[in-house]
């Protein structure tokens, strides 16, 4: 085992209930035994785990039209500036303490599909749109607040629990439902955020700044459009058209794409099959390892196009995700992420917050 699998191991048990879960490795691959709640473990090695699903339709808009726009966007909605000296009106130590119970319960089983369930709730964000554009559920002053419905919750609603994309996540919501009873002064869009950087952590990810104040969308009148987030089956100019919209850099982008290391792909739920790494349930930089040191080959077994591992053919990588080393930059990006870990969770850490406060404006305030 090389020592980077190692590290990744040793953040993996430290982060779990070392009574109730013991895990090695035998020749690159994962075996668990389980002491008690097999069966609760088993609920979730189901299509609700992260999936592709979480790649919409893609829009048509230009890199460069977007980059534009997007400019003035992000400037009038800085949510760095965010409000400080306000009480939270949920203990949030005491919510992020139940989220890990919840997660140590489940041998962290459904830690993937919550990051997954943030994910696409952020990812709806369009910072181009007309600076006249104005919020349904009142933004704080920020013209831009709820473009696309981002950070809202606003998939409590059909159509939008129903878009293709987020095929899978009503698992995620209703696990989370009795948090959110306990907790009712915390937003459902809180504590879906919450919840995700909880995930992240307790997998072995970076820590990620939470902060509070998000605005629950009110009715279905508040749901995104389809066909905002990545489509898993396009290329380069269709991640930077997608992110680019969202007010991502290149940097981000790649960094953001790296939470590919957990979870795994369901045919039910977007047609592409399996995992990208060995352990998906550990959070690192293996996703960029596994893309550089592998050989990538198309998966003829495979309906519809995604690319696997030539040794194992156990893994596989996305079309959007093999795009990434067809492309300079990206291609640059990637190798530094597979050479430092380090870099990696510090680009993700300042991504993934960026993303769960996206559309939020000035009116997030900092536990």
Not at 106 to 114: G, H, I, T, Y
Request: charged letters at 20%; a neutral charge.
């Amino acid at each position: 085992m090389s020592s980077r699998n190692n590290g990744a191991t040793l953040r993996r048990v430290f982060a779990l209930n070392k009574n109730a879960f013991v895990q090695f490795h035998a020749g690159g691959t994962s075996a668990c035994s389980f002491a008690t709640g097999g069966a609760r473990a088993m609920r979730w090695s189901s299509p609700s785990a992260v999936s592709a699903a979480g790649f919409g339709l893609g829009i048509g808009l230009t890199a460069a039209a977007v980059a534009a726009a997007t400019t003035a966007a992000v400037v009038l909605c800085d949510t760095k500036k965010a409000t400080t000296g306000d009480k939270c009106p949920y203990d949030i130590t005491a919510l992020k303490k139940d989220i890990e119970e919840l997660l140590d319960e489940e041998f962290l089983a459904p830690a993937p599909q919550l990051v997954r369930l943030a994910w696409h709730e952020a990812g709806t964000y369009d910072a181009t749109a007309s600076a006249s554009a104005t919020s349904k559920s009142g933004g704080g002053g920020c013209p831009f607040h709820n473009n696309g419905s981002a950070n809202t919750a606003s998939m409590r609603f059909s159509p939008e629990a129903n878009h293709g994309a987020n095929n899978g996540l009503g698992r995620s919501r209703a696990l989370l439902e009795p948090l959110k009873k306990k907790y009712p002064a915390c937003s459902y869009a809180d504590l879906w955020v919450l919840a995700s950087v909880v995930a992240i952590e307790a997998m072995g990810g970076p820590s990620i700044p939470f902060r509070y104040g998000r605005t629950d969308a009110k009715s279905a009148e508040e749901c995104s459009p389809d066909g905002r987030l990545p489509d898993a089956s396009l290329g380069v100019d269709h991640i930077r058209t997608v992110f680019t919209r969202m007010g991502f850099k290149d940097r981000e982008m790649v960094a953001l794409i790296g939470a590919h290391a957990v979870g795994e792909c369901f045919a039910e739920n977007s047609g592409f099959i399996g995992p990208w790494t060995h352990d998906k349930l550990t959070f690192s930089n293996t996703f960029f390892t596994a893309l550089v040191d592998e050989d990538w080959i198309v998966d003829k077994r495979r309906p519809q196009l995604q690319y696997t591992d030539a040794a194992t053919r156990t893994l596989m990588m996305l079309p959007t995700d093999v795009a990434l080393l067809f492309d300079p930059e990206f291609k640059k990006l990637v190798h530094e992420y597979a050479g430092s870990e380090a870099a990696f969770f510090k680009d993700f850490a300042h991504a993934y917050q960026k993303l769960v406060e996206l559309g939020t404006g000035h009116k997030l305030h900092s536990a």
